[in-house]
């Protein structure tokens, strides 16, 4: 959290184009400044982040948990450098398919070919002549293209004249990123979200972290009964996309760094010694004597203020951190959302899909079930058997 603090700072901090030379005054003229606002903007945030850090130290678990979650990857920049790994395109070798990015090996493939075909113009002239025919004996029906498909018109396939036969001027294609709007989620990410959508009904209320949709089902008619709009079905491409991105909660970044989150809240690590914090400065008996004084007259002449009740106090109290207390919350705010992930066996369809395996496991539900279960073994004592059955 303070690495993080600091840096959101320092990323705003407009860098020197050139250093001073020796011996020479540092010119203040030519040091970029940051505008007022700008100052004042990241000055608030950094008071902010002090502030959760204060009250975390202080044992609030509200704010304990939001540094948890920000340590381990459940929000924050730290969850989408994990999150990293699982954006790659999908491929499909079988049908030459589009993906979602551009296949850069058969790109370069493409260009050779076209730089190298002989006769100029001719060439690709005669090129569109064959392909006429296999144009023709694929073409869609109209009722399956209402809507444009969801991948780019990008094919990995050799050829390339196919989307070109419709130009005026014969020149090689140019290299063009697909539309924003067209977003197909990876085979690995997909992996997860659905494995995650299976365990998240089993998730606290920890943060304000959204769930899974893995369905996109937008609206065939507007409001009106007319057909929906082009643009409007863009944008609730996109929503869906951006939604499932912030709800995935990637694994960490290694499989060591998983078991020392496990043993620790299962109780095989005991946790590190905590650093004993300093104890506040204490006033002098004077200043304690009127403050006491202070606040007995505030309660006679305006009443009892807001939260000054047990049950109130209660509800923001700080708690101890004591390792009891770092168990449960790691185990209910970081393990929980946290999967591990194995290599899927070769062979399976799981291999053939995404080739990875999720398993989720709070550190907690196992040990309580195996008490259970030897509880219910375990004979029943004399006295209590007399009680039950008389």
């Known amino acids: 959290m303070r690495k993080f603090t600091i840096d959101k700072f320092r990323s705003f901090i407009p860098r020197r184009s050139g250093k001073n030379k ?6 203040v003229g030519n040091n970029p400044v940051l505008a007022p606002e700008k100052v004042t903007q990241l000055l608030r945030l950094a008071r902010k982040y002090a502030a959760v850090l204060r009250r975390a ?11 948890l979650r ?32 551009l296949d850069r090996s058969s790109e370069e493939e493409d260009a050779a070919k076209v730089s190298k075909r002989p006769g100029g113009d001719d060439g690709l002239e005669e090129l569109l002549e064959d392909d006429e025919g296999a144009e023709d004996a694929g073409s869609t029906p109209e009722k399956d293209t209402s809507y444009p498909s969801l991948y780019p018109t990008v094919s990995t396939t050799t050829t390339f004249t196919t989307f070109y036969q419709g130009a005026e001027v014969p020149d090689p294609p140019v290299e063009e990123k697909p539309p924003k709007w067209k977003l197909d989620v990876p085979p690995r990410l997909q992996a997860l ?45 996109i929503k869906w996309y951006n939604h499932n991105m912030q709800a995935a909660l990637p694994p960490l970044e290694s499989e060591a760094a998983y078991w020392e989150v496990h043993n620790l809240v299962t109780g095989r690590q005991e946790f590190p010694a905590l650093i004993p914090r300093r104890t506040p400065a204490r006033l002098s008996a004077e200043d304690d004597l009127r403050a006491f004084f202070q606040e007995q007259s505030s309660l006679i002449l305006e009443g009892p203020a807001v939260d000054s009740r047990l049950k109130d106090l209660r509800r923001n109290r700080p708690h101890g951190i004591t390792p009891r207390f770092l168990q449960r919350m790691l185990s209910r705010v970081v393990l929980s959302q946290t999967p591990l992930v194995k290599k899927a066996a070769p062979g399976t369809k799981t291999e053939a899909d ?13 040990q ?23």
């Open 22 to 27: 020796p011996g020479k005054k540092n010119n």
């Open 57 to 67: 130290n202080d044992g609030h678990a509200t704010q304990l948990e939001k540094v």
């Open 70 to 101: 920000m340590t381990y990857g459940r929000v924050g920049p730290n969850k989408y450098r994990l999150l990293a790994k699982f954006l790659y395109p999908s491929t499909d070798a079988a049908g030459g398919r589009s993906t979602l990015l």
């Open 193 to 237: 979200l659905v494995s995650q959508s299976i365990e998240q009904p089993h998730f606290t209320r920890a943060g304000s972290s959204p769930r899974v949709r893995l369905k996109f089902s937008p609206p065939t008619h507007t409001i009106w009964g007319k057909p929906l709009p082009f643009s409007r079905y863009k944008n609730q491409r």
């Open 354 to 366: 995404s080739g990875l395996v999720f398993y989720w496991d709070d550190g907690m539900s196992h």
């Open 368 to 390: 309580r079930h195996t008490r259970e279960v030897e509880n219910i073994h375990q004979p029943v004592p004399e006295k209590q058997a007399g009680l039950l059955f008389a």
